[in-house]
């Protein structure tokens, strides 16, 4: 069973930062994308971030800059670095494979999440 275990949210202020992770387990780690998204109370899933099996990364423009994604292939773990925090970046943040023709596109499997709180 393919299982996403994230951790790391909290509450910050704005300008804060943060680092969520994410630990996958019941398939081959090393074979797939793996993405962040995000969803706030009443809207709709967004795409975050995604890296590559070959650790090529991508950004939603309303992240780039602030946030970095990074995965250690020897422990089946994927960190996001949240830098900058504003208000709006406060979601459930849920780790997924990222699984369609193009980044950020389609996900499977997403985790439970980690709730992001941005609030002064």
């Known amino acids: 069973e393919v299982k996403f275990m994230e951790s790391g949210g909290g509450s910050v202020q704005p300008g804060g930062s943060l680092r969520l992770s994410c630990v996958a387990s019941g398939f081959t780690f090393r074979d797939y994308s793996i993405a962040w998204v995000r969803q706030a109370p009443g809207k709709e899933l967004e795409w975050v971030s995604s890296?590559?099996?070959?650790?090529?990364?991508f950004y939603s423009d309303s992240m780039k800059g602030r946030f970095t994604i990074s995965r250690d292939s020897g422990t089946n773990t994927v960190t996001l670095d949240l830098n900058n925090l504003k208000s709006e970046d406060t979601a459930m943040y849920y780790c997924?494979?990222?699984?369609?023709?193009?980044?950020?596109?389609?996900?499977?499997?997403r985790g439970q999440g980690t709730q992001v709180t941005v609030s002064s």
């Open positions: 890296i590559s099996t070959q650790q090529s990364t």
């Open positions: 997924a494979q990222d699984v369609g023709s193009r980044f950020g596109k389609a996900f499977n499997n």
